[in-house]
């Protein structure tokens, strides 16, 4: 099973700030990575697929990076609709995995 | 826009069962592989089973894998989960989830598209 590492587990940060987050694989997963971001009380949302794509109505602020082992995903300057929390995930191989979660809040 | 709508779930005792159900519609159900995935309250996010879109090959989280079936009936849209030997930990919302943002046999498993708002598992024991 690959483990995905999410650091750090709380960022908290002003609105306008530049936000990085990080997320290691366990082994090589290409560009197989995907980011969500969740908002309390509603469902997970794809803003990133195969590490660097945006999602269907993502905003350009949200770009992700990476390859093999060790991915970004950096929103540029946060918005107020921004502070959430941000998973990490992989499909380069079964079973499919989650990191444990980035907390993004308002410093 | 894609809708998906799960039901099924409920308060039950360990070592029972409960079906799962997902009504999809605003799409063709029948091209896209399906996801469920749960999230125990105040947690993270653990994939449950994948089946493609012709129900023919399914996967299975370890954790599941003998005790859950993930199943599909393209002609009624919907994605169905049946949860047999329920422990504890299995606790949470159960999310149904299309495949997306893929093309052709990438889409299997695809990433998770438009989420279902899940229904609620709750084992006690």
């Known amino acids: 099973e690959i483990v995905l590492t999410q650091s750090p587990a709380t960022l908290s940060l002003s609105p306008g700030e530049r936000a990085t987050l990080s997320c290691r694989a366990s082994?090589?997963?290409?560009?197989?990575l995907a980011w969500y971001q969740q908002k309390p009380g509603q469902t997970p949302r794809l803003l990133i697929y195969?590490?660097?794509d945006r999602a269907t109505g993502i905003p350009a602020r949200f770009s992700g990076s990476g390859s093999g082992t060790d991915f970004t995903l950096t929103i540029s300057s946060l918005e107020p609709e921004d502070f959430a929390v941000y998973f990490c995930?992989?499909?380069?191989?079964?079973?499919?995995?989650f990191g444990g979660g980035t907390e993004v809040e308002i410093k | 826009q894609v809708q998906l709508v799960e039901s099924g779930g409920g308060v039950v005792q360990t070592g029972t069962s409960l079906r799962l159900s997902c009504e999809a519609s605003?799409?063709?159900?029948?091209?896209?592989?399906m996801h469920w995935v749960r999230q125990a309250p105040g947690k993270g996010l653990e994939w449950v089973a994948t089946?493609?879109?012709?129900?023919?090959?399914?996967k299975y989280a370890d954790s599941v894998k003998g005790r859950f079936t993930i199943s599909r009936d393209n002609s009624k849209n919907t994605l169905y989960l049946q949860m047999n030997s329920l422990r504890p930990e299995d606790r949470g919302i159960y999310h149904c989830?299309?495949?997306?943002?893929?093309?052709?046999?990438?889409?299997?498993?695809?990433?998770?598209?438009?989420w279902g708002q899940g229904t609620l598992v709750t084992v006690s024991s």
């Open positions: 089946i493609s879109f012709d129900g023919n090959d399914q």
């Open positions: 605003k799409f063709t159900f029948s091209s896209y592989a």
């Open positions: 995930q992989q499909r380069r191989s079964w079973p499919l995995t």
């Open positions: 989830i299309k495949s997306s943002h893929c093309v052709g046999d990438d889409c299997y498993p695809g990433w998770f598209g438009p």
């Open positions: 082994q090589s997963v290409s560009r197989y």
């Open positions: 195969d590490a660097s």
